[in-house]
C-alpha cells in the first residue's frame, strides 16, 4: 500500500512538473520569436528551468501534494491558482530585479507570451484536477474505489498507526468487512502536521475534525488516542459528536485481545465518553485480598449497581456469591450472564429469590451461608414514585436495611457496606430522607456492633442505570419523541456504573467501621448538556430532529445534588477519588424508639404520618413538594 501510494504521489509530481517546463518552454520560445531576439538554446533551458523550479517549489509550499484529488474542493483549486500566480510572479520578478538576464526583451510583446504562458499553465493545472477527481467518481460509481467507506483517524500515535496498518492490509487483502479509505490523520499535537504515518498524512489538527468531515465526506471517525486524559478525551469526542460519522473507540491497549481485529474491538461513542472522567486506577493486590476465598451476599443482586457489583466481586474469586432478589427476571439475567462467561458456576454462585423485607427468609439465608461480606444495594430508587408511596420507601429502604444490618451482626459477617446517595444529603424528597436514615442505621450498628464493620458509600447517578435519564432520552429518541427535561438549570453529579462499582468496592476494602465513604463525582453535569450530546451520538441535531421540552421539577426534586452536609467535613484516603465524611453524633435509644414508631405508621400504610416521621428522625430534611 505504502509503495502504491508513493508511486501515485510520485507520478502526479513529476506530470505537474513536466506540464510548467512544457509551457515554459512554448511561451519562451514563442515570446523570444515574436520580440525578434537571439533565440539560444542554452537561454531557453535555464529560463524554463527557472520558471518550472519556482513554480513547482509555490505548490509544494502551498500543499499541493498533500491533497487528495478525489476530494477535491473549489478550495482547492483556488489554492493551486494562488500558488502559480506567486510562483510567476516570483520568477519574473527576481529576473529583473536580479538583472539575470534569463528573459532577453521585455517589451509588449514578450509580457504578452508571459502572461499567455501563465494562463495556459493555470487552465492546464484545473482541467488536469478536474479530471482527476471524475476520474475517481466514476471509479466509485463503478465499485472499484470508494465504495468503501472514507474513515478518519484521530490520533498518530502508535494506536492510530495500528488502526492504520490493519486498515490497509484488509483492503490490499480484499477483506471487505475492515475495509476503508483512509482520508488521513488528525492529532492534538500541530507539530504532527503534514507527517506521514503510514501510507497516510495528518491532514489537520482535532480542531479541524468538524471541518475536515465535512470537507472530504468522511463516514467513520476512529478515536484512536486511548491514553488521552479525560478531559481533553471528551472535548475531542464531542467535536467528533458534532459531525453526522459513525464514531469508533478504540479500547485502551492493556485492554485488546490478542489475536483479534482491532477494528472489531472498537466500541460506538457513548454519552459517557463525554463526561470527560479520567479512568479509575484500582489497587487489585488489596481488592483481591479483600474478596478472595470469602463468602459474599449481594441485596439488589440484580439491579444496575448490583449487578455490576457481582461481575467484579466474581473477578477476584470469592468462595461463594449469593445473589439476593426479589425480582426474578434481573437475577436471571446476571446469573446467566456469569455462568455464560464461565466465570460462575453452582459451586460458587448461588441465586436466591427474597425480599430484603421478610427478615425470616433472610434469616434463613443468613444461617445457612454464613456470608463474609454483605453488599446491600436493594433499595428503592425512583423519586417521583416514593412520593407517592412513602409507607413503601420506608419498609423496603430503612427496614430492608434495618433486617440485613441486624443479621449481619447477628451471623458475624466481617463487613456490612451499604450503597447510599447523594440525596441522602439535606433531603428534599422521601427517597434521600430513607437513604439518610439507613446512613444512621449504619452508624448506630457501627457503634454497637463487636462482630461486624459497618459502613456507608455515597456518590451521585450512575450513567445507563435502570430509571436513569440516559435510558429514558434513549426510548425518546429511538421513538421519535421529544426529550423531557424537568428544568433548564438542573444539574446532576455523573459516574459510570463500573467506576461507581469499582470505588464501593475500594471503600469496602477500607473501611474500619462508622465511615461514610464519599466518592469523587467530578464536575456536576447539566442534564440539558447531556440530552444535548445524546441526540448528537445519534446523528441528529438538537432542536431541530429532536426537540426538547421542559416540564418543570417534579415532587421533591431539587435543581443540584450535593455530596456532604454542612455538619461533615472530608478526611482523604489513600485513594484520591474516595473521601471519609465525619458522621454526625447519633443518639442510639432516641433512633430506636422513633424506628418503632415510624415501622408502625408504616405498617397502617399512612403516607403523611410516614412523611412527619421522616421530618422528625432527619433533621435535615426540608420536604420539596414543588407544587
Not at 492529532?187 to 504532527?192: E, L, R
Not at 444535548?532 to 431539587?558: A, C, M, Q, S
Request: contains cysteine; charged residues 25%; proline residues 3%.
Amino acid at each position: 500500500m505504502r509503495e502504491n501510494f508513493s508511486h501515485r504521489k510520485f507520478l502526479i509530481m513529476a506530470f505537474d512538473f513536466a506540464v510548467l517546463l512544457a509551457t515554459a518552454l512554448f511561451g519562451l520560445y514563442f515570446a523570444h520569436k515574436a520580440s525578434h531576439s537571439l533565440l539560444l538554446f542554452k537561454d531557453v533551458v535555464a529560463s524554463s528551468l527557472f520558471f518550472a523550479i519556482l513554480n513547482f517549489f509555490s505548490l509544494s509550499v502551498a500543499g499541493e501534494y498533500r491533497k487528495a484529488w478525489k476530494f477535491l474542493s473549489a478550495k482547492d483549486i483556488v489554492s493551486s491558482v494562488v500558488a502559480l500566480t506567486i510562483g510567476s510572479a516570483v520568477t519574473y520578478t527576481l529576473d529583473y530585479v536580479l538583472k539575470l538576464k534569463i528573459f532577453k526583451a521585455y517589451d509588449k510583446e514578450f509580457l504578452f507570451y508571459i502572461v499567455s504562458t501563465y494562463c495556459v499553465t493555470v487552465c492546464i493545472f484545473i482541467v488536469s484536477r478536474i479530471l482527476a477527481k471524475k476520474y475517481f467518481i466514476t471509479l466509485r460509481a463503478s465499485g472499484q474505489e470508494d465504495v468503501l467507506k472514507k474513515a478518519l483517524i484521530v490520533g498518530a500515535g502508535n494506536a492510530g498507526r495500528m488502526i492504520s496498518t490493519e486498515i490497509d492490509n484488509a483492503r490490499n487483502s480484499g477483506n471487505k468487512d475492515f475495509s476503508y479509505n483512509i482520508v488521513g490523520f488528525v492529532d492534538d499535537d500541530a507539530n504532527k502536521l503534514n507527517e506521514r504515518v503510514n501510507s497516510h498524512y495528518v491532514i489537520g489538527t482535532t480542531a479541524d475534525i468538524e471541518e475536515i468531515c465535512e470537507k472530504t465526506g468522511v463516514d467513520v471517525i476512529f478515536f484512536a488516542i486511548p491514553s488521552c486524559p479525560g478531559f481533553k478525551r471528551a472535548e475531542i469526542l464531542e467535536k467528533c459528536s458534532n459531525t453526522k460519522c459513525e464514531i469508533k473507540i478504540m479500547p485502551e491497549l492493556s485492554k485488546l485481545i490478542s489475536g483479534q481485529s482491532i477494528v472489531t474491538q472498537t466500541t460506538k461513542i457513548n454519552v459517557e465518553d463525554l463526561l470527560g472522567r479520567d479512568p479509575v486506577e484500582l489497587d487489585t493486590t488489596a481488592l483481591g485480598n479483600f474478596i478472595k476465598d470469602k463468602v459474599c451476599m449481594v441485596t439488589g443482586g440484580g439491579g444496575s449497581i448490583g449487578s455490576e457489583l457481582c461481575r467484579q466481586i466474581m473477578s477476584y474469586s470469592p468462595k461463594l456469591l449469593i445473589i439476593v432478589d426479589i425480582y426474578e427476571n434481573n437475577a436471571y439475567d446476571i446469573q446467566q450472564e456469569l455462568v455464560m462467561n464461565g466465570i460462575a458456576d453452582s459451586d460458587n454462585l448461588k441465586v436466591l429469590i427474597a425480599s430484603v423485607r421478610d427478615e425470616k427468609k433472610l434469616e434463613k439465608i443468613f444461617a445457612e451461608y454464613k456470608p463474609q461480606l454483605v453488599f446491600h444495594a436493594a433499595a428503592h430508587k425512583h423519586v417521583p414514585l416514593m412520593e407517592t408511596s412513602p409507607e413503601e420507601a420506608v419498609k423496603n429502604n430503612v427496614f430492608g436495611t434495618l433486617n440485613t444490618a441486624q443479621l449481619s451482626d447477628k451471623y458475624g459477617a466481617e463487613k456490612f457496606v451499604l450503597v447510599s446517595t447523594d440525596k441522602a444529603v439535606n433531603p428534599t424528597n422521601v427517597m434521600g430522607a430513607t437513604k439518610r436514615l439507613c446512613e444512621m442505621i449504619v452508624q448506630y450498628f457501627s457503634n454497637n456492633s463487636e462482630n461486624t464493620e459497618y459502613v456507608a458509600v455515597r456518590f451521585g447517578n450512575v450513567l445507563g442505570s435502570n430509571g436513569s435519564v440516559i435510558p429514558l432520552f434513549k426510548k425518546q429518541i429511538e421513538n421519535g419523541k421529544p426529550l423531557t427535561i424537568t428544568h433548564p438549570d438542573i444539574i446532576r453529579y455523573f459516574m459510570t456504573i463500573p467506576e461507581a462499582v469499582s470505588l464501593i468496592l475500594t471503600a469496602g476494602s477500607m473501611a474500619s467501621g462508622g465511615e461514610i465513604f464519599v466518592l469523587d463525582m467530578g464536575k456536576p453535569v447539566k442534564i440539558l448538556t447531556l440530552a444535548e450530546n445524546l441526540i448528537k451520538i445519534y446523528g441528529k441535531k438538537p432542536y431541530e430532529d429532536v426537540k426538547i421540552i421542559f416540564t418543570g421539577l417534579r415532587p421533591g426534586e431539587k435543581l443540584y445534588e450535593e455530596l456532604l452536609m454542612s455538619e461533615e467535613g472530608l478526611q482523604k484516603t489513600d485513594n484520591q477519588k474516595i473521601f471519609i465524611g465525619t458522621q454526625i453524633d447519633v443518639d442510639d435509644e432516641q433512633l430506636k424508639t422513633d424506628l418503632e414508631t415510624l415501622k408502625k405508621i408504616s405498617k397502617r400504610n399512612n403516607s403523611n404520618g410516614v412523611i412527619k416521621q421522616l421530618e422528625a428522625m432527619v433533621p435535615t430534611f426540608n420536604h420539596k413538594t414543588n407544587k
